[in-house]
């Protein structure tokens, strides 16, 4: 499949383009593996904004992922922010609120990449820890197809918004995303 200028192919025949956990996600989903699409890319161009421009892609197909910290005394819970490229993580009241917490913050980025074996600038919510929720801000509902990061700088994943909004730990949640200044 071609989007821009660049051609996506099923992630099941190009392992090499995506981490062992992305991979591994993949071949073991129920069905539709031939949909999780990936295209290898420029490291330079890794940033949505970048991408976006070098590639000829329609930005509003371009979703950022960003784990955060959920701290309530000494429990701690991890979720994934996705968010439109060009728009901000509000991770105030409302992942606070979802997630019972009391603070909200980036979580520690050694941390991300040991638990997802991913590479820092693609972070991506496929392939996660199960026990990690997936929220993602209602503005996905406007496009029929989604780029993520691929896990690794050089690579980035595509895949119908649908099947997204089906993987396990997905949730819609208003407020996810706000407007960038």
């Known amino acids: 499949m071609k989007i821009g200028n660049l051609e996506f192919k099923p992630i099941i025949e190009y392992s090499n383009l995506v981490p062992k956990c992305i991979y591994n996600f993949v071949c073991n989903y129920d069905h539709e ?18 991408l976006c421009e070098e590639y000829g892609i329609n930005r509003e197909m371009g979703f950022n ?50 638990k997802t074996q991913m590479e820092y600038g693609s972070i991506t919510p496929i392939g996660l820890p199960d026990e990690w929720d997936i929220l993602v801000d209602p503005l996905i509902n406007l496009q029929k197809q989604i780029i993520v990061g691929g896990g690794l700088v050089k690579s980035k994943i595509s895949l119908p918004t649908e099947l997204f909004l089906r993987l396990p730990n997905v949730k819609i949640l208003e407020g996810i995303a706000k407007e960038s200044i």
């Open 33 to 50: 593996q031939d949909k999780f699409l990936v295209s290898e890319i420029n490291p330079d161009f890794a940033d949505g904004n970048k």
């Open 65 to 114: 992922c960003l784990i955060v910290e959920c701290k309530r005394n000494d429990k701690l819970k991890y979720c994934a922010l996705v968010v439109p490229i060009g728009y901000k993580y509000n991770m105030g009241s409302v992942v606070r609120k979802y997630t019972n917490s009391r603070v909200v913050s980036v979580a520690p980025l050694e941390f991300v990449l040991e």
